[in-house]
């Protein structure tokens, strides 16, 4: 079974920061583009926030465009979203996912609560 381990969540107040991190087995994170999704409750559709492309090309979701950066470290086969800026609109749990031609993996995922 194929685990991606994040981590970093927790409560911050609004306009405060956080760096979420995800570590990937290295057979999957060599060949996956990374990305971050949220879901503000179990109601909701889970969205993409941000993705990393093996050649590190990103994309972001126009919602964090400017506050959010995500980054790849391929040494420590990790993939990281440093949050500024943080509005309680933020508040989600958060999940990493690995695509590749072998297929979609997510983590177990970890809230990020924004008060106001």
């Known amino acids: 079974q194929v685990q991606l381990v994040e981590s970093g969540g927790g409560l911050v107040q609004a306009g405060g920061s956080l760096r979420l991190s995800c570590v990937a087995p290295?057979?999957?994170?060599?060949?996956?583009?990374m990305g971050w999704y949220r879901q503000a409750s179990a109601g909701e559709q889970r969205e993409l926030v941000a993705l990393i492309t093996r050649g590190g090309s990103s994309n972001y979701a126009d919602s964090v465009k400017g506050r959010f950066t995500i980054s790849r470290d391929n040494a420590k086969n990790t993939v990281y979203l440093q949050m500024n800026s943080l509005k309680p609109e933020d508040t989600a749990v958060y999940y990493c996912n690995a695509q590749s031609r072998v297929g979609q993996f997510w983590g177990q995922g970890t809230q990020v609560t924004v008060s106001s």
């Open positions: 290295g057979s999957i994170f060599n060949l996956s583009a």
